[in-house]
């Protein structure tokens, strides 16, 4: 690599994930800090409060209520990480691209700011959004109610528990308005991507950030499918499966409509320029008097396996480990929710 490609890869990860080499640790650390830190806060606000407004009674053992708040800290981890993610891979994403990237857009800088700045009114309203869903969702769900069934509405515990789903609403609403953005950022994109018919690598790129989509979007769902084992999921639950993973199924293609329009255009291009030629080259050949040239007949053979390479280019970014990756990731996510009823009723069989 390049000392110029050294410096746009900096360039490009320094304006998606900040300045400081540290930070490429981000998602770890903030996954530690999370796990660790938001149970910790959780139980010490339960202390306080039993200390001073007495016990509360909820509809699950001790050892059920540590393993929630474990899944809670899991899933907020997973909501915060998977939007760096997100942003991580981009960085990696356009030093690929740099080779078939429009002169202008080769600096780095411009292309980063488009694919990963959602606006800001968008940013503010999306997380509103997701606050005003959570709230929504904590107050109005009898079985999230239930949970807390016997505290006021204004019990320090309880309304930890609100804020909680608050944050898993802003957060989700945050992760998918980023997955929204670049998936229209890398739409638009692969129009613009200068192609050439025999070096196909470079555009698999589009089709690897739908396999990270799908990989983040079914993590979230693997995620949220802890809580049927808990006793804590919510009435929403049993749709989200089919939410998360009709996402992770639009993630997968989306992102590569542009580039496959741009293939399809480009391919239509070069085979109505070797069908020209191989239609003056049969000219050629045969003569007018219908008698061979010397000399053209490999020609025109070279002309007829070129088309017929040609025609044989996927127009999809998507190679056989790509397709076969999302659907194994797919499939992962159908078996975390199975597994998770399959287990809640080994449980309750256990334990009734």
Not at 190 to 205: K, N, P, S
Request: aromatic share 8%.
């Amino acid at each position: 690599m390049s000392v110029s490609q050294h410096t746009i890869a900096r360039r490009s990860w320094q304006r998606l994930v900040g300045a400081h080499p540290a930070r490429e640790l981000a998602v770890g650390w903030i996954w530690a800090a999370v796990v660790v830190g938001w149970p910790s806060i959780v139980l010490v606000v339960h202390v306080v409060s039993e200390a001073i407004l007495g016990p509360l009674a909820l509809p699950f053992t001790p050892a059920r209520f540590l393993w929630t708040l474990l899944a809670d800290a899991v899933l907020l981890g997973v909501l915060i990480s998977a939007r760096i993610a997100l942003r991580r891979g981009a960085a990696v994403d356009l030093l690929a691209l740099q080779p078939i990237l429009p002169a202008s857009l080769r600096g780095g800088d411009s292309l980063a700011k488009e694919i990963d700045d959602v606006a800001p009114p968008l940013r503010v309203l999306g997380t509103c959004v997701g606050l005003g869903g959570g709230l929504a969702m904590a107050t109005l769900d009898p079985v999230l109610r239930g949970l807390y069934d016997h505290a006021s509405a204004f019990d320090p515990r309880y309304l930890l528990f609100v804020l909680q789903i608050m944050l898993f609403g802003a957060l989700g609403a945050r992760l998918f308005m980023t997955e929204v953005h670049m998936t229209r950022a890398y739409a638009r994109l692969g129009e613009r991507v200068e192609l050439d018919l025999l070096d196909h690598a470079a555009v698999l790129v589009f089709g690897r950030k739908g396999l990270r989509s799908v990989a983040v979007w079914v993590l979230v769902s693997s995620a949220v499918s802890m809580f049927w084992v808990l006793d804590a999921a919510g009435s929403a639950n049993v749709g989200l499966p089919f939410v998360l993973l009709g996402i992770a199924t639009a993630a997968l293609v989306a992102p590569s409509l542009g580039v496959r329009r741009n293939l399809a255009r480009v391919k239509a291009r070069e085979l109505d320029v070797v069908t020209r030629a191989i239609r003056g080259e049969r000219h050629t050949l045969l003569g007018e008097g219908g008698s061979e040239e010397p000399g053209r007949a490999g020609h025109l053979a070279d002309l007829i396996a070129y088309e017929s390479y040609v025609r044989g280019i996927r127009e999809w970014p998507f190679d056989l480990s790509i397709v076969s990756r999302s659907l194994l990731f797919v499939v992962l996510g159908c078996g975390s929710w199975l597994g998770a009823a399959l287990v809640e009723r080994l449980l309750g069989l256990l334990l009734d």
